[in-house]
Nanobody
Framework: QVQLVESGGGSVQSGGSLRLSCVSS????????LGWFRQAPGKEREGVAV???????AYADSVKGRFTVSRDNAKNTLDLQMNALSPEDTAMYYCAADLSAPPGTCAWYATNYYGTGGNLGAWGQGTQVTVSS
C-alpha cells in the first residue's frame, strides 16, 4: 500500500510563496500519476499539478505560471512551489497517486478532475494552505 505524507502548508499573505512536499513510498515500474490536488470549503476537489512516471508535468489553468511541481527520485518526494498566492488558493492540499496510469495520461487530472473519475487510489492526509488578503 502506497503511503503519501504531505508537509509545508501554512498561512501566508497574498502575493507570498509556500512550498509543499509529499514523501511517498511509491515504488512501481509501471505507469503512474503523482500529483497535488486541493479542496476549498464548499467546493469540489480539483487537480492542481501532476507528474507522470517520465517526469512530464501538467497544471491546472488557474495555477499555470505561478506553481511549479518537481520530483526528487532519490528522496521519493514531489514538491509544489507556489508563488504569487492569492486568497483563491486557500484550500486543503492533498498529494495523491494513480498507480496504473500509462505515460501521457496524467494531464487529465490537472485539467479535468473535479472529485470524481480517474483512479486515484492513494491519498495523503492533506496540508492546509491559507492565503490572506
Amino acid at each position: 500500500q502506497v503511503q503519501l505524507v504531505e508537509s509545508g502548508g501554512g498561512s501566508v499573505q497574498s502575493g507570498g510563496s509556500l512550498r509543499l512536499s509529499c514523501v511517498s513510498s511509491l515504488q512501481t515500474r509501471g505507469g503512474y500519476c503523482l500529483g497535488w490536488f486541493r479542496q476549498a470549503p464548499g467546493k469540489e476537489r480539483e487537480g492542481v499539478a501532476v507528474m507522470d512516471i517520465n517526469g512530464s508535468p501538467a497544471y491546472a489553468d488557474s495555477v499555470k505560471g505561478r506553481f511549479t511541481v518537481s520530483r526528487d527520485n532519490a528522496k521519493n518526494t514531489l514538491d509544489l512551489q507556489m508563488n504569487a498566492l492569492s486568497p483563491e488558493d486557500t484550500a486543503m492540499y492533498y498529494c495523491a497517486a494513480d498507480l496504473s496510469a500509462p505515460p501521457g495520461t496524467c494531464a487529465w487530472y490537472a485539467t479535468n478532475y473535479y472529485g470524481t473519475g480517474g483512479n486515484l487510489g492513494a491519498w495523503g492526509q492533506g496540508t492546509q494552505v491559507t492565503v490572506s488578503s
